[in-house]
Structures are given as structure tokens and as C-alpha cells.
T-cell receptor, first 112, second 110 residues
Framework: EPEVTQTPSHQVTQMGQEVILRCVPISNHLYFYWYRQILGQKVEFLVSFYNNEISEKSEIFDDQFSVERPDGSNFTLKIRSTKLEDSAMYFC??????????FGQGTRLTVV | RKEVEQDPGPFNVPEGATVAFNCTYSNSASQSFFWYRQDCRKEPKLLMSVYSSGNEDGRFTAQLNRASQYISLLIRDSKLSDSATYLCVVSDNYGQNFVFGPGTRLSVLP
């Protein structure tokens, strides 16, 4: 069964550092998403990406965040100048028309 | 983004019980509806899509009421392995703009 893969599974970073979270969506999918989930809280939408550009972003997705799809396969989320409150699980998801969203296993980001 | 609301629970039920979850959504333009299951510290996984006519998959039944803008999930003969958080997910057109509810936590007790 095709799957969305995310790396790393766990990232520990110092406050103020930049991190890049990587995702490889399912190959024929067209829509890509990043979500985050702070421990014990709901899954929150960050950004959606279609046709090589951001199609929608939430209030959380401010100038600290950026996404790109540099090589047609990887889909990355960059977080600059990390803060303690950025600690969360970050999930990547992809889908195509007529499918549900498939989620990666997530990257646990811990900012210390 | 419009909201999706769920009772956070927890629902603590004995094995074999029937349990029902409701979810309400505020965006009347919503077109697609799903129930996802999330185990602790794992990614959400699709449990079932919700169709206008209602649908059943084994012990699970999903219903949609567009007029009242709510979705329900019924679990019959609950198993210990059903313990998880159940997420209501609404999309305003198929394939885009998924909005998650906060989830309802279910614990099935022996």
C-alpha cells in the first residue's frame, strides 16, 4: 500500500534554530498539507499546497514558516527561529482527486 | 476556517457496549465528511467516509444530516482495540481544505 513518509521521526532543536521537516507524499497525489498537533490538543491545519504553490494557509503559518517542493517529490516545511511553543507533532498529508487524505507518521519536534 | 465541533469525552464504556459520537460543522458549503481514528502519538488514519445516504462498515455506522449540519458515528459491540481518539473531518470541496474536529476520546474497558 502506498504511504506518505516523513523524516526525521523525532527532531530535537535548540530555541532559535531553524529546522526542516521532510515529507515524501504518495507519488501521483496532487494536494499536499502540513498539520501540527501539540501534545494533547487537536490537529491544526497549517498550510495546503497545490500546483507548486500555497493554496491556503492558517493564522499559525506566519513568516516563521515556509514550504517548498524542491524536486517534485519531497515536500518540506521549514521553521525558522524555533520557539518552545513550536514543539509538536507535525503531520504531512497528501491526496489526489477521489481519495481521502493519507497522513505520514509524523515528526515529533522538540524545541529546548 | 470554519469550525468543526465534537464532545472531547472521554467516553469510558465496557466491552460490548454501543457508543455514539456526534460532530457538528458550521460551514454549510462543506461537501465531504470523514471519520478518522488516531491512536496515541500516531497519525490519523481514515476510518470511514460519510455519505449522504449513511454507510455501514461492520460494527461502524456513519450518518450525515446536512440540514442540521451534523455527522454521527455509531460503534456497536465495542472492542478493547477500539480505544482511540475519533476525529471528525470536514472538507469544503472534495480534495481540499480539510478541517479537523478536536476529537472524541474513547476508552473501552474490560
Amino acid at each position: 500500500e502506498p504511504e506518505v513518509t516523513q523524516t526525521p521521526s523525532h527532531q530535537v532543536t535548540q530555541m532559535g534554530q531553524e529546522v526542516i521537516l521532510r515529507c515524501v507524499p504518495i507519488s501521483n497525489h496532487l494536494y499536499f498539507y502540513w498539520y501540527r498537533q501539540i501534545l494533547g490538543q487537536k490537529v491544526e491545519f497549517l498550510v495546503s499546497f497545490y500546483n507548486n504553490e500555497i493554496s491556503e494557509k492558517s493564522e499559525i503559518f506566519d513568516d516563521q514558516f515556509s514550504v517548498e517542493r524542491p524536486d517534485g517529490s519531497n515536500f518540506t516545511l521549514k521553521i525558522r527561529s524555533t520557539k518552545l511553543e513550536d514543539s509538536a507533532m507535525y503531520f504531512c498529508a497528501s491526496l489526489s482527486e477521489n481519495t481521502e487524505a493519507f497522513f505520514g507518521q509524523g515528526t515529533r519536534l522538540t524545541v529546548v | 476556517r470554519k469550525e468543526v465541533e465534537q464532545d472531547p469525552g472521554p467516553f469510558n464504556v465496557p466491552e460490548g457496549a454501543t457508543v455514539a459520537f456526534n460532530c457538528t460543522y458550521s460551514n454549510s458549503a462543506s461537501q465531504s465528511f470523514f471519520w478518522y481514528r488516531q491512536d496515541c502519538r500516531k497519525e490519523p488514519k481514515l476510518l470511514m467516509s460519510v455519505y449522504s445516504s449513511g454507510n455501514e462498515d461492520g460494527r461502524f455506522t456513519a450518518q450525515l444530516n446536512r440540514a442540521s449540519q451534523y455527522i454521527s458515528l455509531l460503534i456497536r459491540d465495542s472492542k478493547l482495540s477500539d480505544s482511540a481518539t475519533y476525529l471528525c473531518v470536514v472538507s469544503d470541496n472534495y480534495g481540499q481544505n480539510f478541517v479537523f474536529g478536536p476529537g472524541t476520546r474513547l476508552s473501552v474497558l474490560p
